[in-house]
């Protein structure tokens, strides 16, 4: 069966730090990946999408990048985080072509 | 990019009481899924659901793609079922939610 891994549960950093978080998928091949951005009682707002290895579209323009690594691994990156960069961070995939798609556990950014 | 609307944002209900959630949607899309959130955060899939009608347990879900819109029932509501409700359609390969619909269950 198909799993999604996302590290580490809860973060606190501090402004200008940089960041990284990642996303692994197991028992599928050539997923589409996603991370989302939710602020305090908000909406979940689609930060990156990739659909292969090295395709990465970006949603929004922001103080983040993400890379696609290998078939199965996202990571979402900032060079120098801001405050505003606090909130939780949810991976997903997908089978390609639009199918349903499932969600890691999240990861919890308190930018200090 | 498409738009993706859910109403209403916030339902109180006493247990045991029913309740329709409705999500509209601004284009055609491929396929369309409803979440639950739980307190710690985590997005739970409820239905998948890209037209026609689902139940499952006390749940049920209908989306009519070419009206644009999915509506999720909760029959015999329960404490447990308190949380934010999401749903979240697909177009283009990416995935975009609605602001979710907060549901109270008093007991």
């Known amino acids: ?112 | 990019g498409i738009q993706v609307e859910q109403s209403p944002p916030d339902l109180i209900l006493q247990e045991g009481a029913n309740s329709t959630l409705r999500c509209n949607f601004s284009d055609s899309v491929n396929n369309l899924q409803w979440f639950h959130q739980n307190p710690w955060g985590q997005l739970i899939n409820l239905f998948y659901i890209p037209s026609g009608t689902k139940q499952n347990g006390r749940l049920s879900a209908t989306t009519v793609a070419t009206e644009r819109y999915s509506l999720l029932y909760i029959s015999s509501s329960q404490t447990t079922d308190s949380g934010v409700y999401f749903c979240a359609v697909h177009n283009n390969n990416d995935m975009r939610f609605g602001a979710g619909t907060r549901l109270t269950v008093k007991p």
Do not use: M
Not at chain 1, 1 to 24: K, N
């Open chain 1, 1 to 112: 069966s198909q799993t999604i891994h996302q590290w580490p549960a809860t973060l606190v950093q501090p402004v200008g730090s940089p960041l990284s978080l990642e996303c692994t998928v197991e028992g599928t091949s050539n997923p589409n990946l996603y991370w989302y951005r939710q602020a305090a009682g908000r909406g979940l707002q689609l930060l990156f999408y990739s659909v292969g290895i090295g395709q990465i579209s970006s949603e929004v323009p922001q103080n983040l990048s993400a890379s696609r690594p290998q078939d199965r691994q996202f990571i979402l990156s900032s060079k120098k985080l801001l405050l505003s960069d606090s909130g939780f961070y949810l991976c997903a995939w997908s089978y390609q072509g639009e199918t349903e798609a499932f969600f890691g556990q999240g990861t919890r950014l308190t930018v200090v």
